[in-house]
């Protein structure tokens, strides 16, 4: 197969269209932050704190929906094993926003926080706030890497052209406009991103279904016709496994910068809320189309189209099966179309990623503890030489496998068994101290890593009920990552406890108290007013370096 020249140049100008907003986006930002009074690091990381609700609800949709939430829904639809009914992230995500708008967004919004970490570095300090931060930092670099697979994967297949060239040119692009105008330049150029996918995705999936090849896939629904049934089925015995699978999906996400750092731009903490509910209806309208591509791939006799005579099943090829469909499945101009929908959702998450990472980077670990003293013009190269790093990371991690579902999954189990239960504890305990903290992250670490990992080929050592041998691999059928989670939280809270007691009490000399734990919980009323103290402190703080002026202005 030849290069497809005239996919190559649809590919061209979309980038082009993009990168050309986010130019102007970034002009349109520093005019912005000459009218104010507050200092650029704000404008960069949380666009003045004055998203408004349109554009509010648009990023946070387009965020959510990358390379990973499309080509990764239509890989587990098709996949024979698991079926639509493993297909969960739409349904999870809603959970997430929900969950987010209800009990996170206001709390988050009203403190005025820079990013998700700073809570902890209020409460905790600098040493376990550090070691947080860059499992945070882990997160984002590997959600950079799932939604740039999608897109290598699909422009590979479809264009022709090379998968390392593809990743490249992409993550170029996103990197380019995210250094020049931060959550501006991220902003707008959601709007035009999410357009696109909406169109694209539904303009490809009836060509793909009156393919000469594919059935009706109300008839391969229930029917083993090519393979098993696409709404798969959920045995028993895995019943715990797929619960947890919906719980790491969903709840996982409120462990992500990329979600807090949506509601802390916004223009107040009740438009914080209404993107958070708004999105929650959004993102499962556009995960219909790949779970249509998905049951389609299904229902088709792949002997009679040009991919045959095998199926992507049996060339092991089931990562591929979006790009596939639509290389072989539609017209080859739709299948361009499609092409566009994958690289902007790819985009609207790759720029979102990096952004995040950059603002934990520079607010929780350079400016807190590497260079408490560095000036403004020096963070603002700080932001710009993270977006590049956390760009390079992700992107040469993407050569490490091309299932855009092992990753989101791997990157999902990192923030739900880890960072979940720190920012629940953070926000909705008070008793949580820096010993809980940290020995809570160990013990949630160690019984991950003692449950054993197939994708990782890492054989368990607890073995809970259920654990099967399966072709000579460990399944769990427990729920292992929720026990993991709940095990951390309640590591936490005991941790915190016998820490408390301990200092308080004077069973432990206080000149041992690295984390000042006593001062922090103190019996008497003047200590309390101390440490309420240091919060509001930092909260001023953080008021103070609003730019008046907002962003973009709007009422809710």
């Known amino acids: 197969m030849a290069l497809n020249i005239p996919g190559v140049a649809v590919m061209i100008f979309f980038y082009l269209l993009v990168l050309g907003i986010g130019i102007w986006a970034s002009f349109k930002s520093k005019r912005e932050a000459k009218k104010g009074q507050g200092d650029k690091t704000e404008m960069a990381l949380l666009g ?4 408004n609700l349109v554009v509010g609800i648009f990023t946070m949709t387009a965020t959510w929906v990358g390379g990973g939430f499309i080509v990764g829904t239509a890989e587990a639809v098709y996949n024979p094993s698991m079926g639509l009914i493993w297909a969960v992230m739409p349904i999870a995500a809603t959970m997430c926003f929900i969950i987010g708008g209800l009990f996170f967004a206001e709390p988050m919004r009203d403190n005025k926080y820079v990013t998700m970490m700073d809570p902890f570095q209020i409460k905790y300090g600098k040493v376990p706030t550090a070691a947080l931060s860059l499992a945070s930092l882990i997160s984002e670099i590997m959600w950079v890497t799932g939604t ?4 290598g994967v699909t422009m590979s297949v479809i264009l022709d052209l090379s998968y ?6 992409s993550a170029a692009v996103a990197i380019t406009y995210t250094l020049m105008g931060g959550l501006y330049s991220v902003a707008y150029t959601d709007i035009i991103q999410l357009i696109l996918i909406f169109i694209s995705l539904w303009l490809c999936v009836p060509f793909a279904m009156m393919g000469p090849a594919v059935v009706d896939i109300t008839e391969t629904a229930f029917n083993s016709t090519f393979q098993s049934p696409w709404v798969g089925t959920l045995e028993a015995d895995r019943v715990w496994r797929w619960i947890d699978n919906f719980l790491l999906l969903g709840l996982g996400n409120l462990g992500l910068q990329n979600f807090h750092q949506r509601t802390l731009s916004a223009s107040s903490s009740s438009t914080a809320k209404i993107t958070c509910f708004a999105a929650a209806f959004i993102v499962p309208t556009l995960g219909i189309p790949p779970i249509l591509l998905g049951a389609v791939a299904a229902s088709t006799n792949w002997n009679l189209t040009s991919y045959g005579p095998a199926s992507p099943i049996e060339r092991g090829e089931t990562g591929l099966i979006l790009p596939i469909v639509l290389q072989h499945l539609t017209p080859t101009y739709i299948s361009i179309i499609g092409i566009g929908a994958v690289a902007a959702a790819v985009m609207s998450s790759t720029d979102s990623a ?13 400016r807190n503890i590497i260079r408490t003293q560095a000036s403004e013009h020096e963070i603002q190269w700080v932001i710009r030489i993270s977006i590049v790093v956390v760009g390079l990371a992700g992107t040469s991690l993407t050569f490490l496998d091309n299932s855009v579902l092992m990753i989101w999954m791997l990157r999902s189990d990192l923030t739900y068994t880890l ?3 720190q920012i629940v504890c953070v926000l909705f305990f008070r008793i949580s101290n820096g010993y809980g903290a940290v020995l809570g992250c160990v013990v949630g670490m160690l019984l991950r890593v003692l449950c054993g990992e197939p994708l990782l080929r890492i054989p368990p050592v607890l073995k809970f009920p259920g654990c099967t041998l399966v072709n000579g691999v460990y399944i769990q059928r427990s729920p292992i990552r929720t026990i993991c989670m709940l095990s951390a939280v309640v590591s936490i809270l005991l941790f915190s406890y016998l820490a408390s007691v301990l200092f308080n009490k004077g069973l432990i000399p206080e000149k041992w108290d690295v984390f000042h734990v006593k001062a922090q919980y103190s019996t008497q009323p003047q200590d309390e007013a101390k440490y309420e103290t240091k919060e509001e402190n930092l909260k001023e703080v953080n008021e103070n370096n609003d730019v008046c002026e907002p962003m973009l202005e709007s009422t809710c």
């Open 419 to 421: 960072m979940l239960p």
């Open 164 to 169: 390392t060239v593809s990743i490249w040119i």
């Open 148 to 151: 740039l697979i999608g897109l």
């Open 48 to 51: 003045n704190r004055g998203i």
């Open 354 to 366: 990096l952004l995040s990472a950059a603002s934990i980077f520079t607010s929780n670990i350079y």
